[in-house]
């Protein structure tokens, strides 16, 4: 079982940043891809970006490229999702999902999920 709680949503005008975190407890973080996930009000959950094990290859939405980075500290058990240049239509929940796939990219579906954070960005 894997838990996890992310954090570091909010209000921010066009153009700001803003990084979340996700926090995981339980066993072996690291044997986990990791990935954010963002739905917006009306519409269906979409892949935003996704990390590896150790955290040196990443896969990003195209909507999201060049914006956003995705990271992940293992010692720390917490994958971080950076954006910046923000744009309302990144309005939405954020979501941390861990995938216990054994390749990338992952051939399975993520299995754990956090709760969500809102990101709100004002024009």
């Known amino acids: 079982q894997v838990q996890l709680v992310e954090s570091g949503g909010g209000l921010v005008q066009t153009g700001g940043s803003l990084r979340l975190s996700c926090a995981a407890s339980g066993r072996s973080f690291g044997s986990y891809i990791m990935g954010w996930f963002r739905q917006a009000p009306g519409k269906e959950r979409e892949f935003v970006a996704a990390i590896n094990w150790s955290g040196d290859i990443a896969s990003a939405a195209d909507s999201v490229k060049g914006r956003f980075s995705i990271s992940r500290d293992n010692a720390k058990n917490t994958v971080y999702l950076r954006m910046d240049d923000l744009k309302p239509e990144d309005t939405a929940v954020y979501y941390c999902?861990?995938?216990?796939?054994?390749?990338?990219?992952?051939?399975?579906?993520?299995?754990?999920w956090g709760q969500g954070t809102q990101v709100t960005v004002s024009s």
């Open positions: 999902a861990a995938n216990p796939s054994m390749s990338w990219p992952p051939s399975r579906s993520y299995t754990y």
